[in-house]
């Protein structure tokens, strides 16, 4: 099985390639793939032709995303947006990790999937776009919001 890789160079990127050592990975860094470019997205996705695709690129500065929005909503929104049209392309699923900062953090509990969204903060906006972008009939895969430490634990 190929599974493609954004962001491989991150920390998240480096969790995820441990914990799918048994498969053939395809790693796109920042310098082998820019997600913020269409054409480039689609070129080298297609090339790469993985069966599903983990994208965990982002801009992930909180702090950034609030004095550089536009970057924000350019690498998490749009980025994610043309890796979901590239796989659509090739019929690959995409899986993204998103953040619970999509949420308001007034729920006493923890939050799940179905709970209504409300972020407060732009880099929580700019997830929930990657969240709208990804998740469509086009794209079987779906997303994932997870607290990434448990990609951390041991096994």
Sequence with gaps: ???????SSGMLGHAVKRRFSDVTLIPFSRNKLDITDL???????????????????????VDACETEPEKAYLV?????????????????????????????????APYDEWDMTNPINQ?????LMAETFVTSPANPGGFNRSHVPALWEQR
């Design 39 to 61: 054409d480039d997205a689609i070129a080298k996705i297609r090339d790469a032709r993985p069966h599903f695709l983990i994208h965990a690129a982002a801009f992930t500065n």
């Design 123 to 127: 880099y929580g906006v700019s997830k």
């Design 1 to 7: 099985m190929k599974v493609a890789l954004t962001g």
């Design 76 to 108: 998490n929104g749009i980025g994610a947006r043309n890796v979901a049209i590239a796989c659509e392309e090739i019929r690959c699923p995409v899986v993204l990790v998103s953040s619970d900062y999509v949420f308001d953090g007034m729920k006493p």
